[in-house]
């Protein structure tokens, strides 16, 4: 089979393993427009059973403020034939005036209209995104309305104050939580259930979601995103929302709507990841974490290892990530800055049968307010990646940085695609070098260490050549990346420090 992946990249590896360095690799017409798109599938995402069986792809990407424009180029052109399963969106609904990314997370009414895009262009771009066989998640914010103490207008015109949304909720009609805590109702204690779900995370009006009347108001709203063919939803804070008003809520969308909630899983805290599980899948932060401290330790085994133990998520239910929009600016986990440390975490999430893995694709910045760019009312510009994306790219700030694009992740998604639910086979290990199989269909090998390791690694896949994925893809039957020779069960490795490789039945390396 011959992955297309349509992009224009540059490549840059270590000396020892570089055949291409420096070689601009076009993509060829035939992968932008001679490649059939999937057809549109319900069950990408699938539910209560990861991994996915081969050919599922069970791979999202969070492509962070991005317009939906943007997005829907993207869906037809990358990530549709790259193998992406699903998008998830920045919320799309009115929000508060500001240059700030975060302004998207303050909600002012529920019209699909905001500075990512009208909702004749959301509608268009889940159109085209189903086109190319992506689903799409909205990222639903419904535990709150805006943190703004003085009246004022949102993107679309809708005016507002503090607790007075007219025509949607109003303190009069007990829309709103008062918790009584302090001077300003903000949460004081994440170890108090109470301040979590009825106090204001940092003086955001919080919706009393455990009244007919507000449930009403947001199972209208997400219907409302259903109608224009979303396939679900990340519940934004859904740790702020009693789990039991959440699954009144969901208890009334349709069967077979994703859903996957917000939950930070914390220390002592009595909220917790666990008590969501009945309502959907689960955001498991716990992965991107302790991966980081693996990665930057060399400990690449132990990563492998995430989700084992009972500590986290049931496989089942948790979607895992090296970073998101909050923890990237946290910097607490790796980001695209760590260059090859980050690499390595992408492909150790890729390559692990625990949960279900989501890519994240932002932009450069210094400040972490910073929005992404501008025009000069505040609509954001459409998304256009660099020529030259990846790990070893110097961005400047407001540059989108397109991991999704970066050879390795995107090779690395494709793989998955392959080895589908082939279980986890025999590790092997060396020094600081492992590897990992998946069933006869994929072979992962990295290297944690700071020396090159070269060795024949024992490995189920049949005797061939196969291309290195993590290095370059196969575009019209030509390997870009590196060809692996399998013979006997072995295969034929070296692996450059600090670096990957990956092959999969999918992926001969060809003539
Ligand atoms: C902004 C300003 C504030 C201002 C507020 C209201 O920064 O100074 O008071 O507006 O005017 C995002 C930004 C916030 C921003 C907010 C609204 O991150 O800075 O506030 O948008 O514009 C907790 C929650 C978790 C939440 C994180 C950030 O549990 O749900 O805090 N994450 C989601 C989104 C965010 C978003 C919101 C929620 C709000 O992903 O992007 O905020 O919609 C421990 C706990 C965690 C806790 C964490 C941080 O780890 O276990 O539960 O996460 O501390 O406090």
């Known amino acids: 089979m011959q992955r297309c992946t349509a992009r224009t990249t540059?490549?840059?590896?270590?000396?020892?393993?570089?055949?291409?360095?420096?070689a601009v690799v076009a993509l060829s017409a035939a992968c932008t427009s001679g490649v059939p798109a999937p057809a549109a599938t319900s069950t990408a995402l699938g539910s209560g059973s990861a991994p996915a069986p081969a050919g599922a792809r069970d791979v999202g990407v969070q492509l962070f403020q991005w317009t939906w424009d943007a997005i829907a180029t993207e869906c037809t052109d990358h990530l549709g034939p790259a193998g992406y399963g699903w998008v998830l969106t920045s919320p799309p609904?009115?929000?508060?005036?500001?240059?700030?990314?975060?302004?998207?997370?303050?909600?002012?009414?529920?019209?699909?209209?905001?500075?990512?895009?009208s909702r004749t262009q959301f509608g268009a771009m889940v159109a085209a995104c189903h086109a190319a066989g992506v689903e799409v998640l909205a990222d639903a914010v419904i535990n709150h309305m805006t943190g703004k103490d003085a009246p004022g207008t949102g993107w679309a015109g809708s005016t507002y104050s503090h607790y007075d949304y007219p025509g949607i909720w109003s303190d009069a009609a007990g829309d709103f939580h008062h918790c009584g805590v302090g001077s300003s109702d903000d949460i004081a204690s994440y170890k108090d259930a109470y301040q979590v779900q009825s106090c204001e995370l940092s003086n955001l009006a919080d919706l009393a979601t455990g009244t007919q009347h507000v449930q009403d108001g947001i199972v209208a709203y997400l219907t409302d995103l259903l109608s224009l063919g979303v396939d679900g939803f990340r519940i934004d804070a859904a740790k702020h929302v009693p789990a039991e008003d959440l699954a009144a809520v969901v208890g009334r969308l349709p069967a077979g709507t994703r859903i996957v909630s917000e939950v930070i899983r914390g220390?002592?805290?009595?909220?917790?990841?666990?008590?969501?599980?009945?309502?959907?899948?689960?955001?498991?932060?716990?992965?991107?974490k302790d991966v980081t401290g693996m990665v930057r330790g060399g400990s690449l085994r132990l990563a492998a290892g995430l989700g084992s133990g009972a500590t986290y998520l049931p496989s089942d239910k948790a979607w895992i990530f090296v970073e998101n929009h909050d923890t990237e600016r946290g910097r607490a986990t790796l980001g695209y800055r760590d260059g090859a440390d980050y690499v390595l975490a992408n492909v150790l999430m890729l390559a692990t049968d625990y949960g279900r893995p989501i890519v994240y694709s932002g932009y450069a910045f210094s400040?972490?307010?910073a929005g992404p760019v501008q025009d000069a009312a505040g609509k954001v510009l459409d998304a256009q990646c660099p020529a030259a994306v990846g790990p070893d790219v110097s961005y400047t700030d407001g540059e989108w940085v397109c991991q999704h694009r970066w050879t390795a992740i995107e090779g690395m998604v494709g793989w998955r695609d392959a080895v589908g639910?082939?279980?986890v086979g025999d590790r092997w290990e060396h020094g600081d070098a492992f590897a990992l199989s998946r069933g006869t269909r994929g072979l992962v090998v990295l290297n944690g260490g700071d020396v090159e390791v070269a060795a024949q690694v024992p490995t189920t896949?049949?005797?061939?050549?196969?291309?290195?994925?993590?290095?370059?893809?196969?575009?019209?039957?030509?390997?870009?990346?590196?060809?692996?020779?399998?013979?006997g069960g072995l295969a034929d490795v070296r692996v450059a420090p600090r670096t990957a490789l990956a092959l999969h039945v999918g992926a001969p390396a060809g003539a």
């Not at 009595?270 to 599980?277: F, I, M, N, R, S």
């Not at 049949?462 to 013979?487: F, K």
């Open 10 to 22: 540059r490549r840059s590896r270590n000396a020892v393993l570089a055949l291409l360095t420096g």
């Open 93 to 117: 609904q009115e929000h508060v005036l500001g240059s700030q990314w975060w302004t998207a997370y303050q909600p002012v009414s529920y019209r699909i209209e905001s500075r990512l895009g």
């Open 267 to 288: 220390s002592g805290e009595p909220v917790t990841p666990e008590q969501y599980a009945a309502i959907g899948d689960v955001l498991e932060f716990a992965w991107g």
């Open 367 to 369: 400040d972490r307010d």
């Open 421 to 423: 639910d082939d279980p």
């Open 461 to 487: 896949l049949s005797d061939g050549s196969y291309c290195d994925v993590v290095a370059g893809p196969v575009v019209e039957g030509r390997c870009l990346g590196d060809p692996v020779t399998v013979r």
